[in-house]
């Protein structure tokens, strides 16, 4: 059967990156001034204006124009060319009761990992695949390595007369569920006015492209689009609005598997929807890497100011050597959902966030990318895979 797949990134400076960048920026400084600092940090990026806003609560003073002047530099932006404008407020204090003191907590449960009740309700999922080494799909792989190595010509003058807004797209051919060649490659990047497009082309070719498909080369019949629009002379802040959150699934899996709406950047680890759906990718990576399925996903789901999860699902596609109900059950006595404990276990206090906001979260952070717990969980699957028959 032929099936195709296709999956986008965006490089450092598209408008919704740079605004997920410096929310993470702040968080970053908040966390490293107050481990226990409580963010949900918003970020607008139009025109020549960078607006900052949501709920700090940081037991120090964070400079946030100053940390926003550091990732416009960082993304290959002029920081003296914006007015940045902030509007942030502590978390509401309801939140807060619900948070630092979880349901189990206030219900006579005196364990320390009852300490934190979930930061908000709703569903995250983790998915893992073995189709490439860092278990994320191939094209959306591809595509996020298009996309660094974009930048990496742009900040290094390899190709000259490029800016920092652009994005990607990958098409792959599967056979019966396999990659089998690449089918479509598209490229869009910002460049001055004098550059000349079919020069870009062979630039985009031999140095972004040919590197980036070494392992999985694409062939001759492989349609190949650099700037497909033409001119893309403007860009940035100034062509398009950017919003924090607005690339979910550029962050997370490229559309393969399910995704439960929540957005990541700008927010501290007791956020479920960030914290938690890490965890749910470590568990997930863990199935996959210990040959208990080739694909998994894992769903979690919350109820605010409740520590326990409502639910754990797994689901292995038909991929599974043993049961999906015996999995499930081994992961849920393997790993513990709590957000005090995922906090503890990725060490979410410690975690360069602003590294994460480009290019995925996921196929490359070593906490949550490894297989844990392995001898635990295979012991457990096979308990309960005995204990169902």
Known sequence: ??????????????????CDLIADSILDECLRLDKSSRVACEVMATGHKIIVAGEITCSKRVDIRFITRQALRKAGYNPLQY??????????????????????????????????????????????????KSLIPLPLELAHQICKR????????????????????????????????????????????GKDLDVLRSEVIANVLWPVFESFPFDNDTEILVNPSGRFVKGGPAADTGL???????????????????????????KVDRSAAYMARCVAVSVVQNGLADKCQVAVSYAIGKADPVSVQVDTFGTGKYSDTAIRNAVIDTFNF????????????????????????????????????SQELREAVKKHEQDND
């Open 244 to 270: 924090t959150g607005r690339k979910i699934i550029v962050d997370t899996y490229g559309g393969e598997g399910a995704h439960g709406g929540g957005a990541f950047s700008g927010k501290d680890p007791t």
């Open 83 to 132: 007015l940045i404008y902030v509007y942030v407020h502590k978390q509401s204090e309801d939140i807060d009761g619900g948070v630092s003191r979880a349901l189990e907590s206030r219900n006579g449960d005196t364990s320390w990992y009852s300490t934190i009740g979930a930061g908000d309700q709703g569903t995250v999922y983790g998915y893992a695949t073995n189709e490439t």
């Open 150 to 193: 974009v930048d990496k010509v742009r900040s290094d003058g390899t190709v000259k007369g490029i800016f920092s807004d652009g994005k990607a797209q990958v098409t792959i051919q599967y056979e019966d569920g396999k990659p089998v060649r690449v089918k479509t490659i598209v490229v869009s990047v910002q460049h001055s006015e």
């Open 1 to 18: 059967m032929t099936s195709f797949k296709t999956c986008e990134s965006v490089c450092i400076g598209h408008p919704d990156k740079l």
């Open 338 to 373: 709590r957000p005090a404990a995922i906090i503890e276990f990725l060490k979410l206090s410690d975690t360069d966030y602003s590294a994460t906001s480009t290019y995925g979260h996921f196929g490359g952070c070593e906490r949550w990318e490894w297989n844990h717990c």
